[in-house]
């Protein structure tokens, strides 16, 4: 028996210690099965180069566990080990294997996925004590054993094992227990070992027999040895991706479109993407690309990995490039990694301009699902949108699609305002907005639909990418403002009308939770509606953003403001009008009188103190003005009053409010009843 130290160095030492830095103990089994993979597959290339000539047999890695032990067993049929192999492989610490093997065999090796030696030292994470029971497949070996219970310390003696290979047992550790669990087990080798190269078997395939579940002699391989990303994609048929796919995610709907990635230098890089039914939450899709090194699953976090746009995609990516056992953060630095981050995004680039050029058709069926995808792109990868505009798409609200050249050409004439920018009219929902779409498309304009998701946070994007082009929500404005050809047409009303006017409506204005309205005079023409409800675009862009950008929460917490406009071209506002001055211009005579006297006596003690220091300023001064002002603002509260007490009984005053409040879904609850009531009264 040869008994001695493991050795380390302070030479060898970081490797391991990188090696440990794992988020879970669980990765145990991944790094055990996969040397089991990694002797299987040398075996293979030693029957392949010649060197080994007798029967490879069956080279099923079998997982095998012992509850009542408390042993997991992990065996293989591959190379195995020799004395000597066991002393420089196990016992020297991170100095792998798989370095001399590659060496001699790489122009004809299987793909070694581990590093036999350091990986095993996973297994101490779980265990208690491992054994190596291995025979090399070298003419005359003998079995050895190997034991340690995770000190320095170990043993080497012979054992008995008829065949070549290698059995590596567990003996788990009191506080690690849940793996003995088969089910716990089973989920692990399908997490980790899904599409290993080799068949991996985790105990026997069960049937339903006399009213019980009972073992087969078949054994239960759980893993697909040759999966989809590893076959020619000219061998495959669209079924077989969607099949594959139902594989990965079988609750989720088809696929839109997927993309076969397969390339050899400079780096090497094969799998496949496939572009989802988003419906909703952007998050709640995130962390569904697989990432894989030789069809060793790694990790499903590949956030900085991949571009952080393409983590709404789902599948599969497997690089020999991407390093096994690191942290993502230093994936996430990692040179490599960056290189095949920049060809995936070229690579999906690619395929979606070639699935537009060929298929346009079903390419704008599928539009309202995609252009999420294209549009998170163009917010966060700063080179994406030189890409995405020869296949981004518009789509406007008579659901026809156009590219951003074709609308703009559709557009160019009809569209300049007086300054010569190009207004894009866009509606966020066609049934709340119809009234602003109806009216724009009257005048001739086109209306874009941006209901998606990311539709409206793209604008700024898209603004500063557009030559001298604004986009304005058609609800922006009154009509004729939206796209001003000339300098606005003033209403005709004098001030103290216009004053009069909007004072009527602001005073029976509901009171709105975070909503403030603005009530101004416009001369609109007697062809369009007597009330409009705008609302400013930069501000309700800028609440909009708030909801997906946390620096610019505090728009978020503003006050919603909107502008009522009268129309005072229309005929209804007209009769308002004439009514109330046949109802206040005589009670309105007196204050309004007295209001200029008030006025013109502070403005006559203001220029006689305007150029005086504060100190030089007369008490008598000071309470003449202040006076004064009392006296306008009591006279300005009885005008207030009197308009008010007329405008609460004006039926046709609270009927058009109700109305343009309702046209923007502003009317509810009592308000709404309200109106109802009125209505009908209004008809009898």
């Not at 970081?14 to 879970?24: G, H, N």
């Not at 049937?207 to 009972?214: A, I, L, N, R, T």
């Not at 779409?437 to 946070?457: N, R």
């Not at 058609?474 to 000339?486: C, G």
């Amino acid at each position: 028996m040869q008994k001695g130290n493991i050795g380390v160095t302070t030479e060898n030492i970081f490797p391991v210690i990188k090696k440990f830095l794992y988020s879970d103990h669980e990765i145990f089994l991944r790094e055990m099965v996969s040397n089991a993979i990694d002797a299987t597959q040398k075996m293979k290339t030693l029957a392949e180069k010649g060197d080994f000539k007798g029967e490879l047999g069956n080279l099923t890695v079998n997982v095998s566990l012992d509850a009542d032990k408390g042993t997991i067993t992990i065996s293989d049929h591959g190379i195995g080990m020799t004395e000597e192999e066991i002393d420089k492989y196990i016992n020297q610490i991170a100095f792998s294997g798989v370095t001399d093997f590659l060496e001699k065999y790489k122009d004809t090796a299987n793909n070694i996925i581990g590093h036999f030696g350091l990986g095993f030292y996973s297994s101490f994470m779980v265990s208690k004590r491992v054994e190596i029971v291995t025979r090399s497949w070298q003419e005359g070996a003998k079995a050895v054993k190997w034991s340690c219970d995770g000190s320095p310390a170990y043993e080497i003696d012979e054992a008995e094992r008829a065949e070549r290979g290698t059995d590596v047992i567990l003996y788990i550790d009191d506080d690690c227990k849940e793996y003995l669990d088969k089910y716990k087990l089973e989920g692990l080798l399908k997490k980790y070992c899904r599409f290993l190269p080799v068949p991996i078997a985790f105990g026997k395939k069960t049937e339903w027999k006399d009213g019980k579940q009972v073992d087969t002699a078949e054994d239960n391989i759980i893993n697909d040895v040759e999966p989809l990303w590893t076959k020619t994609p000219s061998t495959l048929k669209d079924e077989d991706y969607k099949k594959f796919y139902r594989t990965l995610y079988p609750m989720q709907d088809e696929p839109l479109f997927w993309i076969h990635l397969n390339v050899d230098y400079p780096f090497h890089l094969t799998g496949i993407l496939y572009f989802p039914h988003v419906k909703n939450s952007l998050e709640l899709q995130k962390n569904r690309i697989q990432l894989y090194c030789n069809q060793v699953f790694v990790t499903d976090q590949v956030e900085g990995i991949v571009p952080e746009f393409l983590t709404l995609l789902h599948g599969v990516i497997d690089s020999p490039d991407i390093p096994l056992n690191v942290s993502r953060s230093y994936l996430q630095s990692d040179r490599e990694v960056k290189k095949i981050s920049t060809y995936i995004t070229k690579k999906v680039s690619d395929r979606l301009k070639a699935i537009f050029n060929e298929d346009r058709k079903t390419y704008e069926e599928k539009w309202d699902d995609l252009k999420l995808f294209i549009n998170y792109g163009i917010l966060t990868e700063e080179n994406f949108y030189d890409r995405a505009k020869d296949f981004a798409l518009f789509k406007d609200t008579d659901s026809k699609y156009f590219t951003f050249d074709e609308y703009r050409t559709l557009i160019e004439a009809s569209q300049k305002d007086k300054d010569g920018n190009l207004i894009y009219l866009y509606a966020t929902d066609k049934d709340e907005q119809y009234s602003y779409i109806k009216a724009a498309q009257d005048k001739g304009y086109s209306v874009l639909l941006f209901d998606g998701q990311l539709d409206v946070p793209c604008i700024q994007t898209l603004e500063q990418k557009f030559e001298k082009s604004r986009f304005t929500r058609v609800d922006a404005d009154t009509i004729d403002h939206l796209i001003q050809k000339e300098d606005s047409t003033k209403s005709q009303l004098a001030e103290g009308e216009r004053d009069n006017l909007s004072a009527i409506f602001q005073s029976q204005l509901p009171k709105i939770d975070k909503t403030e309205f603005i009530v101004e005079v416009n001369a609109l023409g007697a062809s369009q509606r007597p009330v409009v409800i705008t609302q400013n675009e930069w501000m309700r862009r800028m609440k909009e953003m708030s909801r997906y950008q946390s620096g610019m929460s505090f728009y978020g917490e503003m006050p919603t403001s909107m502008n009522m406009v009268l129309n005072s071209d229309h005929p209804l506002v007209s009769r308002i009008l004439d009514d109330a001055k046949a109802a206040l211009t005589e009670p309105l005579k007196p204050i309004e009188s007295e209001l200029k006297g008030l006025e013109a006596r502070l403005a006559a003690l203001n220029q006689q103190t305007e150029k005086k220091k504060p100190e030089e300023i007369t008490q008598e001064q000071k309470d003449d003005k202040a006076n004064t002002q009392k006296a306008i603002d009591e006279q300005k509260e009885q005008k207030s009053k009197l308009i008010n007490d007329y405008a609460a009984k004006n039926d046709v005053v609270h009927q058009l409010i109700d109305l343009a409040l309702l046209q923007n879904g502003l009317l509810k609850g009592a308000a709404l009843d309200t109106f109802l009531q009125r209505s009908i009264d209004l008809i009898k």
